[in-house]
């Protein structure tokens, strides 16, 4: 059990490693949820005790007394396929954002995609006639689809080998996924595809404006970084401690020998985001291809 705690917690100090922590929260709790709501089913308890805690309702005043549901929607699952099919998209398309943004970017996208999408479902639900009523929403959909248009958003081009199809570049599988969500608006499922068109706007506007040199995603940085530090326990350094990194609140900024710095690594992270990949002269493609060798 320890080793399996060890790596958890290598998953989540490793840098540059945002994908791996986003489907990790994620399998978690679909694992946590399905182990309690299994144990509910033999004691004859109904379910829907940890559906109501973890989905997000249209209920306003449900919302204020169940304010924590606004994130725990966007990283809970009830179903295996449903799980399944988001996480396999987020891995193919935030692949992409955390090779060319880097992790901590893709970790923005990703809450930012999920609280935009969760927001425009309530607002749609408590001010629209025809939708207005008691609903809920739960599901990683509106986040993954931020990371989807926000890859195809940077990297139109780029494309991927669909089987039975061929190659197709990102841009159009985006675009057919954006239509689809809002032809089926009047079907089932509404609520689902109005988050997916949530965060489907913010997804093309958190890139436009991350090209334009303003980073959205500065506030969950900021907040993320005041709980790790919340918790974060303070270490004694041992005489046998040579380098400590920045994120571990060293005593030297000195990257390893041969190694570049964070600060380096985020200007060229920026450059890409701005530029594109190929804009990097041949040293920086070098840097960045050392950064992402620590751990």
């Known amino acids: 059990m320890s080793g399996i705690l060890d790596d958890f917690r290598n998953a989540f100090t490793k840098r540059n490693n945002g994908l791996v922590q986003i489907i990790l929260i994620n399998v978690v709790v679909f694992l946590v949820c399905a182990i309690i709501?299994?144990?509910?089913?033999?004691?004859k308890i109904d379910d829907s005790i940890i559906v109501n805690q973890l989905s997000l309702s249209s209920s306003l005043p449900y919302l204020l007394t169940h304010p924590w549901t606004l994130i725990t929607n966007f990283f809970t699952h009830f179903g295996f396929f449903h799980i399944?099919?988001?996480m396999l998209f987020l891995y193919w398309f935030g692949l992409l954002i955390e090779e060319y943004?880097?992790?901590r970017r893709l970790i923005n996208l990703y809450i930012l995609g999920g609280l935009f999408s969760s927001v425009i479902y309530l607002i749609a639900y408590n001010t629209?006639?025809?939708?207005?009523?008691?609903?809920?929403?739960v599901g990683a959909s509106g986040a993954i689809f931020a990371v989807v248009v926000g890859a195809a958003t940077l990297l139109p081009d780029y494309t991927l080998f669909l089987f039975l199809i061929g190659p197709v570049k990102i841009k159009y599988i985006a675009l057919f996924y954006v239509v689809l969500s809002f032809v089926e608006l009047r079907f089932s499922n509404t609520g689902g595809n109005l988050v997916h068109l949530g965060g489907a706007l913010l997804g093309f506007v958190y890139v436009r404006q991350l090209q334009s040199g303003r980073d959205l995603g500065a506030p969950i940085d900021a907040t993320l970084n005041f709980f790790k530090n919340l918790f974060k326990k303070n270490e004694?350094?041992?005489v046998n401690v040579t380098y400590r990194s920045q994120r571990q609140n060293s005593y030297s900024n000195a990257a390893p020998a041969g190694f570049p710095d964070?600060?380096?690594?985020?200007e060229i992270l920026d450059k890409i985001s701005k530029s594109g990949y190929e804009s990097l002269s041949k040293d920086e493609k070098q840097k960045l291809f050392k950064a992402s060798q620590k751990s």
């Open 128 to 137: 629209i006639p025809t939708l207005m009523g008691v609903s809920t929403v």
């Open 37 to 43: 709501g299994t144990i509910l089913f033999f004691a």
């Open 101 to 103: 943004l880097g992790g």
């Open 262 to 266: 964070d600060e380096e690594v985020d």
């Open 84 to 86: 399944l099919f988001n």
């Open 236 to 238: 004694t350094p041992t």
